[in-house]
């Protein structure tokens, strides 16, 4: 499909506006209280088994808390002890929890932690640097770690890191015979990461984990964060096929799903409409019919947000449902920037380069 034959509709069929009694249906004191007695239940079988993400599971934490407004209730002397317990004095990398190795995803929640919280002057930049530069590979791609993993995330990770520390304008092309200089001084090469990108793209206009791979909505946040993090979407994309694909994630419960065929889930309210914002497509979606089946999805009574509605609810979904909310422009929310994955107050404040349609003054 191009451009000449989208999707031909009234934006008035797709988007209609929040519910404008949204704050009495946000149970706000609830998933604040739920937040904030997260690391009091160590005892439980959940606790334990997500030792391994525990920095990540911080960071959807404290985001969760400054997008309703309450980041100051955490303990931030607290947060910020365990972020640098996480960093691995070999690689300059964090890992997910004290003493495990370093990777990609994990180093870009300590540094968001450090965004988050105002103490970017914590972050060691060379070291950090030369670790996110020595895990790109010959053909642009990126591994998450020593082990090896290729997958179009961890691109999206380098560049969002490079990009907080302010490394990724002087990251280029290096010469062939000055790669490992190159690599110590945390320069990658921007275009050989996006050509990467480009060979995940499918005939659908969705992107995969690595070339040939199925079309996944998660993967496309990833895929369209880092293009636009390298000013090349326009370039890259069809908005209107890409975009197209994302709105059929629609279901008719209101909530989106990641690809066809499967459920809903509340976290596609993220990497659904992040893409959506990207492309300047949000109003192809119902916002109102998704930010109901957010709302449904929610523990009124003890906190937290689920998967769906009836669920056991976690801290990802709690994070992203709230995410999901704010990009919808949801009242009484801080706003998220799509790209950065941090509040837009954040980004602003740091002196970030915003997607300029985003979100408006």
Request: glycine fraction near 10%; aromatic fraction near 10%; proline fraction near 4%.
């Amino acid at each position: 499909m191009s451009s000449a034959s989208a999707p031909a509709f009234a934006l008035s069929e797709f988007s209609k506006p929040v519910d404008a009694a949204f704050e009495a249906k946000f149970a706000r004191a609830a998933h604040i209280k739920y937040v904030l007695q997260l690391d009091a239940h160590k005892d439980t079988i959940e606790y334990q088994a997500t030792e391994h993400l525990r920095l990540s599971a911080i960071y959807w934490a404290a985001m969760a808390m400054d997008l309703m407004g309450a980041l100051s209730h955490m303990d931030r002397d607290g947060v910020l002890a365990f972020v640098k317990s996480c960093e691995d004095p070999q690689s300059g990398g964090f890992g997910g929890n004290a003493g495990h190795d370093a990777h990609l995803l994990y180093t870009l929640s300590a540094v968001q932690l450090y965004a988050l919280f105002d103490a970017m002057d914590r972050v060691d930049v060379p070291r950090v640097a030369a670790y996110v530069a020595s895990l790109q590979r010959p053909d642009g791609s990126f591994v998450g770690d020593k082990w090896g993993e290729v997958d179009t995330r961890f691109t999206y990770c380098a560049l969002n890191l490079l990009g907080l520390i302010g490394r990724l304008d002087a990251s280029t092309v290096a010469p062939a015979d000055a790669t490992s200089a190159a690599t110590s001084c945390g320069v990658i090469d921007v275009p050989a990461a996006v050509r990467f990108l480009v060979n995940c793209r499918n005939f659908d206009g969705g992107f995969g984990a690595v070339p040939g791979a199925e079309s996944h909505s998660g993967q496309i946040f990833c895929c369209l964060g880092a293009l636009a993090l390298a000013d090349a979407v326009s370039a890259s994309v069809d908005r209107d096929v890409l975009g197209w694909w994302l709105c059929e994630r629609q279901l008719p419960c209101g909530g989106l799903n990641g690809r066809p065929e499967k459920k809903e889930d509340v976290c596609y309210s993220w990497w659904v409409i992040t893409g959506l914002s990207v492309l300047d497509r949000l109003h192809w979606i119902d916002g109102q019919a998704l930010c109901a089946f957010i709302l449904g999805a929610q523990d009124p009574a003890d906190g937290g947000i689920s998967d769906r509605p009836d669920c056991m609810t976690d801290v990802y979904h709690t994070y992203f449902g709230i995410a999901g909310l704010s990009l919808l422009g949801s009242p009484g929310l801080e706003r998220i920037d799509p790209v950065w994955a941090l509040p837009v107050k954040t980004v602003r404040r740091m002196g970030l380069k915003s997607v300029p349609y985003a979100y408006a003054d």
